[in-house]
């Protein structure tokens, strides 16, 4: 398909939630995480008495981990996924909100955060003695490649990484007690690809629209190459001690 084919069929195509679906086979990606975030909540669940996902998206992870246990909520901040998460979630029993202020100090076991921002004093309030906090992370610097290549600004939050996270959570007063981080190459075949990708994850270029940037995105589009870009993640486990 031509440029505006393909600019088009962008920013129509629907999604909801966390389903990048639509982008099957135009991104890919080199290299798996050493760690399964999945698998490292499912480990524990035959333990955990009440569970807290931070920014669950669509529900679509916490859902595939059913059955949970009972006291199981979840938050997002996202507007447009608040309705779908709900609608998933609801089935299962979970409260889904948009903020933790509701809940009562000691009110979890386990607290899990895929990608999503929190504050560490929070955390440490809302955990129960010995309890655990779960969390993947995107580092600040995370596909900077794009905000390169379309002359876009670096991210407001450059600076987030492994050791600032490590620190936040000690000084908040939690252990940590494993940590992890690793770099992968993500690739966008197509024009209308990353467009997509700018629209269903807003925050790495915020008010990307194709307009201000058509000139650059053109420039991508007549190269005919791939644009590569440095995916970074970090995780965490802590703990509040016994």
Same mark, same amino acid.
């Given at each position: ?5 393909? #600019?088009? *069929?962008? !920013?129509?195509?629907?999604f ?6 639509? !982008? ?5 990606? *080199? ?36 059955p949970?246990? =009972?006291? /199981?909520?979840?938050?997002?901040? =996202?507007?447009?996924?608040? +309705? ?15 903020? /933790?202020? /509701?809940?009562?100090?000691?009110? %979890? ?6 990608? *999503? ?5 929070? #955390? ?7 309890? &655990? ?5 995107v ?13 876009? +600004?670096?991210?407001?939050?450059? &600076?987030?990484? !492994? ?5 936040? !959570? ?14 992968? /190459?993500?690739t %966008?075949?197509? #024009? ?22 058509? +000139? ?10 791939p ?6 993640? %970090? ?6 001690? +016994?």
């Amino acid at each position: 398909m031509g440029y505006d084919e393909l #600019i088009d *069929e962008a !920013l129509t195509t629907d999604f909801e939630g966390w389903d990048f679906s639509a !982008l099957k086979g135009r991104i890919t990606y *080199e290299g798996t995480l050493p760690w399964d975030y999945e698998q490292l909540v499912r480990d524990r669940l035959p333990t955990t008495k009440a569970l807290l996902d931070l920014g669950t998206g669509g529900g679509e992870l916490l859902a595939s981990l059913a059955p949970l246990p =009972h006291g /199981t909520a979840a938050t997002e901040r =996202h507007a447009p996924n608040l +309705p779908v998460a709900r609608r998933r979630l609801a089935p299962l029993g979970v409260e889904v909100t948009d903020t /933790t202020a /509701t809940f009562p100090d000691a009110s %979890f076991d386990l607290i899990t955060s895929r990608h *999503e921002a929190y504050d560490p004093h929070e #955390i440490r309030r809302l955990l129960t003695p010995g309890g &655990t906090f779960l969390t993947q992370q995107v580092a600040g610097r995370d596909l900077e490649e794009l905000n390169t290549a379309l002359k876009a +600004p670096p991210h407001d939050n450059a &600076t987030w990484s !492994l050791p600032e996270a490590t620190n936040g !959570l000690r000084d908040a007063g939690l252990d940590v007690i494993w940590s992890a981080e690793a770099t992968s /190459t993500t690739t %966008f075949h197509d #024009i209308g690809a990353l467009v997509l990708f700018l629209r269903m994850v807003p925050w790495q270029i915020p008010a990307f629209d194709v307009q201000t940037y058509a +000139p650059h995105l053109r420039t991508l589009h007549e190269s005919r190459a791939p644009l590569k870009a440095t995916a970074h993640r %970090f995780a965490l486990l802590a703990s509040t001690g +016994p």
